[in-house]
């Protein structure tokens, strides 16, 4: 786009990240710590990021879903772009993706009615713990 600096820093900060997240990515899978896989990783998650621009851009996790479409596609990098992108723009909630991780709140939330309403002694319990649903929920 023609965003000027802001969106030039955007972009150069998701690249960044990026190159952080590959090594970070599977490091048990001999295919993704390998020279072929990190450069598969790589292409797709440029390309999603670039095709979803600034409003979404890149956010930490998403290196963990393109591998599982990479492997789960018989490391098709185009099947792989494609499914992510439809993931990211028409099947998951809106925001989970974003800089403020808006929609994996609301999954928490989400979550925490959830318990309390199928299983209310494990939501008591947590609530007397202090233990909010994204303490195992997430692994952050």
């Avoid at 030039?8 to 020279?35: C, G, K, M, Y």
């Avoid at 999603?48 to 990479?70: D, E, H, K, P, R």
Wanted: contains cysteine.
């Amino acid at each position: 786009g023609n965003g000027g600096e802001g969106e030039d820093a955007a972009r150069a900060a998701a690249l960044h990240q990026i190159e952080l997240d590959i090594p970070r990515t599977f490091p048990d899978h001999a295919w993704f710590q390998s020279a072929e896989g990190h450069a598969a990783l790589r292409r797709v998650l440029v390309a999603v990021t670039t095709y979803l621009g600034s409003a979404t851009g890149y956010c930490q996790s998403m290196n963990y879903i393109a591998a599982f479409l990479l492997l789960a596609l018989d490391r098709d990098e185009e099947k792989a772009f494609w499914v992510m992108v439809s993931l990211v723009k028409d099947v998951a909630y809106s925001g989970t993706w974003s800089k403020h991780l808006s929609g994996c709140l609301v999954e928490m939330e989400t979550l925490a009615t959830l318990i309390s309403k199928r299983i209310p002694k494990v939501a008591k319990h947590f609530v007397e713990m202090g233990c909010d649903a994204s303490y195992f929920a997430t692994d952050w």
